[in-house]
Structures are given as structure tokens and as C-alpha cells.
Nanobody
Framework: QLQLVESGGGLVQPGGSVRLSCVAS????????IGWFRQAPGKEREGVAC????????KYTDSVKGRFTISRDNAKNTVYLQMNVLEPEDTAVYYC?????????????????WGQGTQVTVSS
């Protein structure tokens, strides 16, 4: 009933760009902070970016600063992750997650809803 669905992943060459989308169904995204996380093979899931419910506050992990941009369109119940200048190290399954109460950006346990993930593969 309450779902987040990611899309936009795929195969991209190094230096390329993709835009991931996260669409909410069954609830209104307007009142939720959103985080993007990723998990590479053999690695722990890590936070990539997060955005406050209003969109006024964003955070990024150091490895993606200057390359990735998180944004939201509450009217469309959608959050985006624009990914530029992609590197092979960005290869991972990317997940969006929503927090409906006080949260800490990088703390996975603070998020209430999770999407199924979308694969991003950066390779030549």
C-alpha cells in the first residue's frame, strides 16, 4: 500500500549522466524527508544524499559532492537524484527512502519506507 518506486537506472559509460526518480504511492511525499542510499557488491549500504521535506536542506556524502544533485517535486510526489560525471565506483543498487518523523540523514534506521532499488552500472 505504501510504496516508493525507483526508476532510471541502467548502464552508463564513465563520465556520463543519469537521473533517478523515486515516486511515492499510498502516501503524500510532501511531509517526508527523503534519502538516497546505495549498495555496491560486497559493501554495506551507504547514504548518498538526503533532502528535507521542504527541500531547503540537502546533504551529500563526500564522494558525490559536486556531481550529484538531489531535488524534489512534491506536486508530482517525486524525488530525483541527478548523477553527473559518473565513475565506475558509483556502480551500485540505488534506493530511496522516506522518513516521516525526526531523522538523521545518514542513519538507515530512521527511515520508514524503502524502495526496491534500481541498478546503476558505470562501465565502458
Amino acid at each position: 500500500q505504501l510504496q516508493l518506486v525507483e526508476s532510471g537506472g541502467g548502464l552508463v559509460q564513465p563520465g556520463g549522466s543519469v537521473r533517478l526518480s523515486c515516486v511515492a504511492s499510498g502516501f503524500t511525499l510532501q511531509y517526508y524527508a527523503i534519502g538516497w542510499f546505495r549498495q555496491a557488491p560486497g559493501k554495506e549500504r551507504e547514504g548518498v544524499a538526503c533532502i528535507s521535506s521542504s527541500g531547503d536542506n540537502t546533504k551529500y556524502t563526500d564522494s558525490v559532492k559536486g556531481r550529484f544533485t538531489i531535488s524534489r517535486d512534491n506536486a508530482k510526489n517525486t524525488v530525483y537524484l541527478q548523477m553527473n560525471v559518473l565513475e565506475p565506483e558509483d556502480t551500485a543498487v540505488y534506493y530511496c527512502a522516506a522518513a516521516d518523523s525526526s531523522y538523521r540523514c545518514w542513519l538507515r534506521g530512521d527511515y520508514d519506507y524503502w524502495g526496491q532499488g534500481t541498478q546503476v552500472t558505470v562501465s565502458s
